[in-house]
């Protein structure tokens, strides 16, 4: 189906573009969302009348969104979740989540304009993009951490899982005596004068 676009849509076209897109994309997405019009006559017509105010419009948003830009823009959001000692979340963060802790912050972000290709789903530092109008986006940092300690170690750098493996490496191993039936204790090796009386 062959649709004008209202406003411009990453990888498809700008505004005013008459592009061709697969029907239930135009059907369920870019015609219910006002985002644009079938490309028949009647349509161009209308387009072509009212382009002046569609650019003037999308303009005004774009300004706006903008001046929330500079203040989103780079922001670090620090998430405390129950995660595995592999770092595997118990769950997972979602752009709802992330929506209602920018909300916290005092940042009006709606969830759908918050681009996450899957949910987040271990422990870390990652970026995420917000994109607050089609032609503006910006980055924010997520810190997803078990403890406020841990956010802190890796808001410096610090591999947490990394340091946690090392430290496992590091303990006590006990030696294992061949012979032995499970839950039987080892006997005490014997002492050098003790060997000599025997």
Request: proline fraction near 4%; glycine fraction near 6%.
């Amino acid at each position: 189906m062959e649709v004008i676009l209202l406003e411009r849509i990453e990888k498809l076209g700008t505004i005013g573009d008459v592009v061709r897109v697969k029907d239930g994309y135009a059907r369920n997405f870019l015609l219910p969302r006002k985002k644009a019009l079938r490309a028949n006559e009647a349509n161009r017509k209308v387009f072509e009348a009212n382009r002046e105010k569609i650019e003037a419009q999308n303009a005004e948003r774009r300004s706006d969104a903008e001046k929330d830009a500079k203040k989103v823009d780079g922001l670090k959001i620090q998430l405390i979740r129950q995660a595995s000692n592999t770092g595997q979340l118990y769950g997972s963060v979602s752009a709802r989540d992330l929506a209602e802790a920018l909300e916290a912050e005092g940042h009006k972000v709606a969830k759908n304009q918050i681009v996450l290709d899957r949910p987040i789903k271990a422990i870390g530092v990652q970026d995420v993009k917000i994109a607050l109008h089609p032609e503006v986006s910006v980055t924010i940092h997520v810190n997803i951490a078990r403890s406020p300690e841990e956010a802190e170690l890796q808001e410096q750098g610090v591999d947490v899982m990394a340091e946690m493996f090392e430290k496992d490496v590091a303990g006590f191993t006990e030696e294992r005596v061949e012979g032995l039936e499970p839950g039987e204790i080892a006997p005490e090796p014997a002492e050098e004068g003790e060997q000599a009386q025997a």
